[in-house]
């Protein structure tokens, strides 16, 4: 069974730090990874996304992650946190094999950011 | 495009009443989802559907139905509301394919009471 860990329910970090939000899956075969973020009161939107290729992957805002097979790490980064990244943070994964886009969610980092 | 639309934005309910939420996209997307989020769980598959008439079960299906009669709806039953269903309710769509992204709507937030 696919499964996904988030290390860290709460991260802290002032502004113009790097950011760095770990996540780690379990899958039989290397899956499709994702990290979406969540704005206070609405919904998830994609940061982005690893679907084979090119390990390192860049997305919106200046995030990206590394996917890294042996470790079964995604972890996500920004080299200079804002303010306004201060969010939730969700790794996700879908299997090679999944039907009907069924996402498996690891539960959450709080991001905050100090001025 | 409106994308993901989601109806109501908030809910109260009593224990034992019965509603649907409703969830349309204006994307032809063939994949549409549920998910609920609990806090320090993230987000539960509750029930998907790979297309007009065709539905399954998820993580967490047990408490609700749905139905799937055109690709633009996807509406979420609950026959009995219990207070273990407060929660923030998420519909999503996609098209077909394992890579492609899931677009969210800005969810449904329910209390049971």
């Known amino acids: 069974a696919q499964s996904v860990t988030q290390l860290g329910s709460h991260v802290s970090v002032s502004e113009g730090a790097l950011v760095l939000l770990r996540c780690n899956y379990s899958?039989?075969?290397?899956?499709?990874l994702f990290w979406y973020v969540q704005y206070p009161n609405q919904g998830l939107q994609l940061l982005l996304k690893y679907t084979r290729g090119a390990t390192l992957v860049k997305g919106i805002n200046g995030f990206e992650a590394e996917f890294k097979k042996s470790e079964t790490s995604f972890h996500l980064t920004k080299p200079s946190a804002h303010m306004s990244d201060a969010a939730e943070y969700f790794c996700a994964v879908m299997g090679f094999y999944n039907q009907g886009g069924k996402l498996i969610f690891g539960q959450g980092t709080e991001l905050s950011v100090k001025p | 495009n409106a994308g993901v639309t989601q109806t109501p934005k908030f809910q109260v309910l009593k224990t034992g009443q019965s509603m649907t939420l409703q969830c349309a996209q204006d994307?032809?997307?063939?994949?549409m989802s549920w998910y609920r989020q609990d806090p320090g769980m993230g987000l539960r598959l509750i029930h998907y559907s790979v297309g007009a008439g065709i539905t399954d079960q998820g993580e967490v299906p047990n408490g609700y139905n749905v139905s799937r009669s055109t690709t633009e709806d996807f509406p979420l039953r609950l026959l009995s509301a219990a207070p273990s269903q407060t929660s923030v309710y998420f519909c999503?769509?996609?098209?077909?394919?394992?890579?492609?992204?899931?677009?969210f709507g800005p969810g449904t937030r329910l209390l049971v009471l």
């Open positions: 994307m032809n997307h063939e994949y």
């Open positions: 899958s039989s075969v290397p899956p499709y």
């Open positions: 999503a769509s996609s098209y077909s394919g394992v890579q492609e992204t899931q677009y």
